[in-house]
């Protein structure tokens, strides 16, 4: 089992920066993918980033490229968010996501990722607001 626990969710002005962690713990050593999922109201979840844990390749979907970055400290079993240039659609509860059978790669973070590759594991969630 592996447990993951989100922090840094906050209300962010238009334009602003933010980020996120998520510190993993349990049995770490089988996942394949750590990444993020966010759920906007009354929009379907949607894959935000994710990175591989076996060579660090990182994939980010398109609404998000260029904006947000993940990061991992191995180290602290912890991965990061960053996100830059926050707009109010980026408005969400966004999850911490992990699994051992589904690697990192665009179609992960694509439409339909989501449900094309479950996640075995999601945090509890945290909201992050983008309003002035």
């Known amino acids: 089992q592996v447990q993951l626990v989100e922090s840094g969710g906050g209300l962010v002005q238009p334009g602003g920066s933010h980020r996120l962690s998520c510190v993993a713990s349990g049995t770490t050593v089988d996942l394949r993918t750590i990444g993020w999922i966010r759920q906007a109201p009354e929009k379907e979840r949607e894959g935000v980033s994710c990175?591989?844990?076996?060579?660090?390749?990182?994939y980010y979907a398109d609404s998000v490229k260029g904006r947000f970055t993940i990061s991992r400290d191995n180290a602290k079993n912890t991965v990061y968010l960053q996100m830059n240039g926050l707009k109010p659609e980026d408005t969400a509860v966004y999850y911490c996501?992990?699994?051992?059978?589904?690697?990192?790669?665009?179609?992960?973070?694509?439409?339909?990722?989501?449900?094309?590759?479950?996640?075995?594991?999601w945090g509890q969630g945290t909201q992050v607001t983008v309003s002035s």
């Open positions: 996501v992990a699994d051992q059978l589904y690697g990192c790669t665009p179609r992960t973070v694509a439409p339909g990722g989501v449900l094309a590759y479950p996640m075995d594991y």
């Open positions: 990175v591989s844990v076996s060579d660090g390749s990182t």
